[in-house]
């Protein structure tokens, strides 16, 4: 059976747009509230991005948000929200009906920009492409919501998350890793691999957790390279990501199966080849640091053993 998993547009915002969520970051969100709203202040809040979505609702805004896209599915409450389409196919007519004073989407598409705009709606366009991208929109949309404070409260946090994980690795070897975002699943051998260039931001991941990308120094963010390709790299450790819900019925063993073909392969050889498919892969959101974290520790198995 095949499959064909399209996590490149879900990681970078073709269909998904999205990163802190911090377990204590979110839950004081929810407890304290929005700060009180001042004049000026969006009191209804449409966000196309889930990282956005997930941003708002850490700053305590999530009760001002009135409308999401349909793959703004965290945290749980965002599920309640009017849905008003994909990032790539809005509804005008549900969004318009809200009566929105701020419409949050990612950039990069200037067709929906110009939309917008001649529907007179507020705009702000958020870039989540890179870590500061994140961390910037995080500090912006608390100025907007008035919850400045608290923003840079959490910046502060992810900013230390982030330094205790290079700390934690920084005289450790870094390992050969590829990262896998898209791959023909299911078909007992490798084939149509995408996987991360060093113009991405999963490429920043794999430094922040500790670990080189085999695919070397390539100005194309999501290179296909064939099995012959991943040979000649030989990747110490292999990183597939496979979104839950585009498995198609394959388990983990039927998906990490198609690397036996490969035995050549250090990470092959050496059992390190690791599906990983947590929601915070996949949104370059407030939730990133998660995802260093998680690398880090299958960069570094060792770190599991330090008390």
Not at 72 to 99: F, H, M, N, T
Not at 165 to 187: C, F, H, K, N
Not at 224 to 240: K, L, Q, T, Y
């Amino acid at each position: 059976m095949r499959v064909l998993l399209v996590a490149a547009g879900l990681l970078l915002v073709a269909a998904l747009g999205g990163l802190v969520f911090l377990g204590r970051a979110d839950s004081e969100g929810e407890r304290a509230g929005p700060e009180l709203a001042e004049a000026g202040q969006p009191q209804r809040i449409v966000s196309l991005s889930p990282s956005a979505t997930e941003i708002l609702f850490a700053l305590g805004l999530g009760d001002r948000v009135v409308g999401v896209s349909r793959y703004c599915r965290y945290p749980a409450e965002a599920r309640s929200k009017a849905q008003v389409g994909g990032y790539l196919d809005p509804s005008y007519e549900a969004i318009v009906a809200l009566r929105p004073d701020l419409v949050v989407l990612r950039g990069g598409n200037p067709k929906f920009v110009n939309s917008f705009r001649e529907l007179g709606l507020n705009l702000l366009e958020v870039n989540h492409d890179s870590v500061e991208g994140i961390l910037d929109s995080m500090i912006e949309l608390g100025r907007r919501g008035g919850a400045e404070e608290r923003a840079r409260r959490l910046v502060d946090d992810l900013q230390a998350q982030m330094h205790r994980i290079t700390q934690q690795t920084a005289r450790l070897p870094r390992p050969r890793v590829i990262v896998v975002v898209e791959r023909t699943l299911g078909a007992g051998k490798i084939q149509n691999v995408y996987v991360t260039g060093s113009n991405s931001f999963m490429n920043r991941m794999i430094l922040l957790a500790g670990g080189k990308n085999a695919c070397g120094d390539v100005s194309v963010g999501f290179p296909v390279v064939s099995g012959e390709g991943i040979i000649r790299m030989n990747p110490e450790v292999i990183i597939d990501l496979v979104a839950r819900d585009l498995r198609g019925g394959l388990s983990a063993d039927e998906i990490l199966s198609d690397w036996r073909q490969l035995p050549e392969v250090e990470a092959v050889k050496s059992g390190r080849v690791h599906l990983v498919d947590d929601d915070f892969a996949f949104i370059p959101g407030p939730r990133f640091v998660q995802l260093v974290e998680k690398l880090a520790g299958l960069f570094h198995p060792e770190l599991k053993r330090q008390p």
